[in-house]
């Protein structure tokens, strides 16, 4: 009878462990663990305030399913019935490998792109490959049940798909050591220093999050701000408590006379749109011909707890361009927000029309063009981020939020990670933990761990006002320093860019937002997600982009009559750009009298705790 392969190759023989350097190993280990121990005690100790949780309302809202499902027994039992089925099909396939040698096609395979199962031994091994499908139909029963479940709460139905997915996620057999071929073979090798090493990892992780998980997910020596990240050259030319502006140095001899603004998100630092020479954003509109100024936002303590939204509004891109305007003598300025940044600039497009006969705006230049990356105006469908939004968790959070001044910016980057667990979770409890290797030196996630934080008043009134009541997205519901907001009067021309598979702005929910404007606007999709889609170079020839002069009421309309083409956003947009940037003039050198300091600045090295 032929059996499975688990053991490694011959060529390959089983390496014992040295007795010596596992001891001394394992003593070192139990120090830091000690230690470890000592200080999350400690912090525990101090921290009169817990974080969040949703325990409770989760409990709820999976009552609120089996009450449901136990209505319709029926139903029940036809998914039990097709559950028995599906694995009596696995078992004889299953037999039929182990004693005659035959292959099967299988009852079920992983979705595309899911990376758990790469390693040949899952299809190859007959024990293995019955583990995972095994797993999989588990998983498809389980995800099935809780999504078709009929009459529930549409919270409730979200919240219910959501943690049933983050349980599946969990449970995987990729995830533990006896169940992963992939780690089976490397305990093998290294005669389970790999475990060892490990351990090692999660120590320091522990260490590193003070005595609460932090995962690394990219060797953070590799990268250091100013130097192969944030590196484009430029100055500080003015700061505030919120904010301090950067001037970047001209590239060409001619630039465009229209100067050009970015505002950043908050939630995350400036630099994704700078990241190093060969993807920096930033770098690229420099040769293009621009005048770039970007904003780079504080990190937010305690001290800046009453920080709201109108201050951001007032204290970032107003006072930038009240300085831009003094410093290019120009009365005419380009304007793009990213993420958050982009709802900000809806905002603040919106308060200029209110304000535009107002003394208080005449020193602004005036805004020729708008452009809005992954930027959610209207939330009515914000994606799986607002099953961490909702009457008790805000009240929970905001408990959590005044008693600090602000909220971690780790708590932040845990729910985002949470919306892909298996990409940004397991994969690296994997990796580091099981496997004993070091993670991957990688620009986007040494960005993604370099979290910040938010100020209580204005975090609490951006969940309230915007993912919980979507009243941005309603005339006048919104006020900001005495001018209520309505999108509908915002006449400055517009470009919005969105990401198909973007699973926190949502593409089709940011499109919503592009139909409230009163002046013309362009509408883009990028391939890719929410920073790969965005951050995509000319050169480096990936994804592909949609684009259609019209804009249908329906997004799916507007997708069937879209044209797709290869490659970067960039440059086609870029084209749109240059009708609003004016002729070329003598590229402007930044005025050393008003340089604070050299970019990145000092604001984007705070870290977070």
Request: proline share 6%; net charge negative; glycine share 6%.
């Amino acid at each position: 009878m032929p059996k499975p392969q688990v053991t490694p190759p011959t060529d390959q023989p089983v390496k014992l462990p040295d007795p010596v350097a596992l001891s001394q190993a394992m003593v070192q280990i139990g120090e830091r663990s000690a230690r470890v121990m000592q200080e999350f005690m400690a912090r525990q100790a101090n921290n009169s305030t817990p974080p969040p949780t949703d325990s409770t309302h989760i409990a709820e809202a999976f009552l609120q399913m089996t009450q449901k499902l136990m209505q319709h027994p029926a139903k029940m039992m036809e998914a039990g019935m097709s559950l028995w089925q599906d694995y009596m099909k696995l078992w004889q396939s299953t037999t039929q490998r182990f004693i005659q040698g035959k292959t099967a096609e299988p009852v079920i395979a992983p979705q595309k792109g899911d990376k758990r199962f790469q390693d040949a031994a899952w299809s190859e091994n007959a024990l293995f490959d019955y583990i995972k499908q095994s797993y999989l139909l588990s998983a498809r029963y389980l995800q099935n049940m809780a999504r078709d479940t009929d009459g529930m709460d549409s919270k409730a139905a979200q919240k219910v798909d959501f943690y049933t997915r983050q349980f599946v996620d969990a449970m995987s057999p990729s995830n533990f050591l006896m169940t992963n071929p992939e780690v089976l073979r490397r305990t093998a090798e290294t005669g389970g220093e790999n475990l060892v090493k490990g351990l090692e990892n999660l120590l320091a992780d522990l260490e590193r999050g003070r005595g609460q998980l932090r995962i690394a997910m990219t060797d953070e020596k590799a990268f250091a701000i100013g130097q192969n990240l944030a590196n484009t050259p430029g100055k500080v030319i003015y700061q505030n408590d919120l904010m301090q502006l950067i001037q970047y140095d001209p590239i060409t001899p001619q630039v465009k006379q229209i100067p050009f603004l970015i505002i950043p998100p908050w939630i995350n630092k400036y630099y994704i749109l700078d990241l190093g020479e060969k993807k920096s954003f930033v770098r690229w509109l420099l040769k293009q011909g621009y005048t770039v100024f970007m904003i780079s936002w504080v990190n937010p303590d305690a001290a800046l707890a009453e920080k709201s939204f109108a201050h951001y509004m007032l204290e970032g891109p107003m006072d930038a361009m009240r300085q831009i305007k003094e410093i290019t003598g120009e009365n005419e300025l380009n304007i793009l927000g990213y993420c958050l940044g982009g709802t900000l600039l809806g905002a603040l497009l919106s308060w200029l029309e209110g304000k535009k006969d107002s003394r208080d705006v005449a020193d602004l230049p005036k805004l020729n063009s708008a452009t809005f990356l992954v930027s959610l105006l209207d939330f009515r469908d914000a994606g799986e981020v607002t099953v961490f939004i909702d009457e008790a968790q805000l009240n929970q959070l905001e408990d959590h939020m005044n008693a600090k001044g602000y909220l971690e910016g780790k708590t932040m980057a845990t729910s985002f990670n949470m919306l892909r667990a298996n990409d940004l979770i397991w994969s690296f409890v994997v990796n580091n933990y099981l496997m004993g290797k070091e993670p991957f030196p990688f620009d986007l996630l040494y960005w993604n761990g370099d979290s910040t934080r938010m100020p209580a008043a204005m975090h609490s009134f951006y969940l309230r006002e915007m993912y919980q009541h979507n009243r941005l997205s309603k005339p006048g519901a919104v006020t900001l320093e005495g001018v209520p907001v309505d999108l509908r009067n915002i006449t400055t021309p517009s470009y919005f860019l969105s990401t198909k598979d973007d699973h926190i702005a949502p593409w089709r929910t940011t499109y919503y937002g592009a139909q409230m404007f009163k002046g013309p606007v362009r509408f883009t999709l990028s391939g890719s997600g929410h920073i790969a889609g965005v951050v995509n170079p000319p050169e480096a020839k990936k994804y592909n982009y949609w684009t259609e002069d019209g804009l249908p009421k329906n997004p799916d309309d507007w997708f069937k009559a879209a044209t797709s083409f290869d490659g970067s956003w960039w440059p086609e947009w870029e084209k749109w750009l240059a009708e609003y940037s004016g002729a070329d003039v003598p590229a402007r050198e930044v005025d050393a009298a008003r340089a604070i300091e050299d970019a990145p600045g000092s604001y984007v090295r705070v870290k977070a705790n």
